[in-house]
């Protein structure tokens, strides 16, 4: 019985050192020390013994009990210890790791600079008129001195629904719209999409954007509109920038003018931005014709008033030296990153 004690005890001793969960400290627990366990049946097997042998195997089996109670009760400590550092590795936070780039994305260059249009105009004073894209040829022409057979009518070609109905090919249609409903003073800008029958190439689009001002008030003379525009160059080019009118036509304004800047990259010198002209057309501009107060049943012997439109994609275009239209619709990231 002695024997059998001490291999009971190396044994366990063996065991113990391979346990390495819980789960087996418990289940060797269990055959060991449990109800059915061997040193228990061994315990139980006392009976049996001599008077003279057994006070000294009782003392022997009771300390290999202690012996394994008290190993038992270590590893289970050691177990525990290990299983809260692992936990603690793997939980670990490294605050020096990079962290995660979250994409933000940006507003587009077109909406970039109409906002920027936008903020310099309203600052001036200009309320925000919007107009619809489906309109009526009677806004879009007629209304505008354009009567059908006009030759600005071929220029402006663009998408017809029916006889009626067209997409706008420009958003002076919103300056009639705002003055059959608004007595002056007028002072309105009004920032769009427009439609035009073009075919695609490096400054055409078949859907592009125009930005459109217009004042009407009494006492409204051409040297407002010179002077706004001069204060609106410099604001978008640059303090140094000057303007220039070239005379033109246009059936909406009489008389009517081009309007270039001087150029903000060489200062007039000449340069591939300015193609060596050292001025950059930006804009149409003119005094509101008569006929087209008229039509809204505003007098122009009482109120005068000037307008103004320019194409937004030209103004991207000229402002980061983009050549051609194209690219700002393709919605290529490697080009829209850069603004
Ligand atoms: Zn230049």
Redesign the pocket.
Known sequence: MRDLLNKIKTDVTERLAAVSSEDELEKLRVETLGKKGTLTQVLRGMGALSSEERPVIGQLANDIRSYIEKEMANKKEALAKSALENKLRAEKIDVTAPGTTVRVGKRHPIDQVEQTLCDIFTSMGFEIAEGPEVEYDTYNFQKLNIPENHPARDTQDTFYINERILLRSQTSPVQVRVMEKQRPPIRIISPGRVYRSDAVDATHSPVFHQLEGLVVDKGITMSDLKGMLTAFAKQMFGENTKIRFRPHHFPFTEPSAEVDVS????????????????W?EILGSGMVHPNVLRGCDIDPKIYSGFAFGMGIERIVMIKYAIDDMRLLYENDLRFLEQF
């Open positions: 150029c903000f990259v060489c200062g007039g010198k000449g340069c591939r931005v300015c193609k060596n002209e050292g950059i």
